[in-house]
């Protein structure tokens, strides 16, 4: 298949899964096009069936903001046209479900039909997409797009609620790649952070309210209390500055430190005893999935999909989002050097059901039924 592929290019969960679905497909033959304004982050070349398309935004001084899902349109049916696809492959609804509706209009006016799948990856749907200034836009790209998936059940039941959608939605989670993210062995890492064989404790994110880093220091600062712990924060956002300043009214600043983006996350990962995620909403959680898979327990919140994931008691706990009294409770439940490996084990366990070689065939199953649906409904016209 000819598959091409929008997504946005950053380190947020969507473009990654985007991203990482996009170069396993590519592995197993099929030809993918990525449609997008800038290079993602985790895109390489080393596949012949792999090709990046810039989506070229003009300035004019009319303009206030640049009209970029105009332009993203246009590139699609260019694209769409010059390098015979198959299928899209929108992820994130904003603005890729609508602007891909656009360009099947008049790829249609050419006597071009393209199929397009739709996935909805969590606060396109929670947070911005039921905004009233974005909802009937949203709504309407949904129930036009040929098949729509979601990365959870949760996701998948939040989208009935919200909106009125009137289509079938498939639940396709979202994976890892096992090759890349398992532990490595770090022993000199672990040693010039924890010089004193610390537990560490590890939290990556964009730094964003909903994420609630403010949850993860105030637990680190009672579990500090108890047993010796270290602490990394990977990423960087709007709260940042705000975190610096909490850790420094805690006295915490010599136990922990603020890593920035990292683009090769494992390594930190593998070195970490625990993976806190305390966010107010996730639709799945693939920071902690990534976490798992290098066989970390994870601490989280009961947020959206994370405890389809993270099975309390299991591979780590389950708290109530805010809840940092519990929370500091399981994290030293977690890490008594009695409970830790069985916990480990369990997490890799775990993250072995979301391998890509699991999860990629549900995928080329739902575009070939999407793709065949889409003939049968040509053949009636």
Sequence with gaps: MKIGI???????????????????????????????????TRLDFFSENLFYHEVDIKSYPLFEHAPYELALASKMVNVVKYEQLDLLHVHYAIPHASAAYMAKQILKEEGIYI????????????LVGKDPSYE??????????????????????????LFPVKRDIEVIPNFIDLDRFKKQKK??????????????????????????????????????????????????????????RLCRELGTCDDIRFLGKLEAVEEVLSVADLFMMPSE????????????????????????????????????????????????????????????????????????????????????????QTIEKSKALLAKI
């Design 6 to 40: 929008v997504c946005y290019p950053t380190f947020g969960g969507s473009g990654v899964v985007a991203t990482e679905l996009g170069k396993a497909l590519a592995k197993e033959g099929h030809q993918i096009h990525f449609i997008t304004y800038r290079q993602p």
């Design 115 to 126: 199929p397009v799948v739709t996935t909805l990856h969590g606060t396109d749907i929670t």
């Design 136 to 161: 009937p836009v949203v709504t309407f790209s949904i129930n036009q797009s040929d098949g729509v998936t979601a990365v959870s059940e949760d996701l998948r039941k939040a989208t009935y609620e």
């Design 187 to 244: 022993d000199h890492f672990k040693l010039a952070i924890c010089p004193h064989n610390e537990k560490l404790i590890v939290h990556t994110s964009n730094f964003r309210k909903v994420k609630r880093v403010e949850d993860v220091i105030k637990v680190f600062f009672e579990v500090r209390k108890v047993i010796p712990a270290k602490l990394l924060l990977v990423g960087d956002g709007p709260e940042r500055d705000k975190m610096e």
């Design 281 to 368: 909403k996730e639709s799945f959680g693939l920071a902690a999935l990534e976490a798992m898979a290098c066989e970390v327990p994870i601490l989280s919140s009961n947020a959206g999909g994370i405890p389809e994931l993270n099975i309390d008691g299991e591979t780590g706990y389950v708290c109530n989002v805010g809840d940092v009294e519990t929370m500091t409770e399981r994290a030293l439940e977690i890490l008594k050097n009695e409970n830790l490996p069985g916990f480990k084990d369990r997490a890799l366990k775990r993250a072995k059901e979301f391998d890509v070689t699991n999860i990629l065939p549900m995928y080329e199953a739902f575009y070939h």
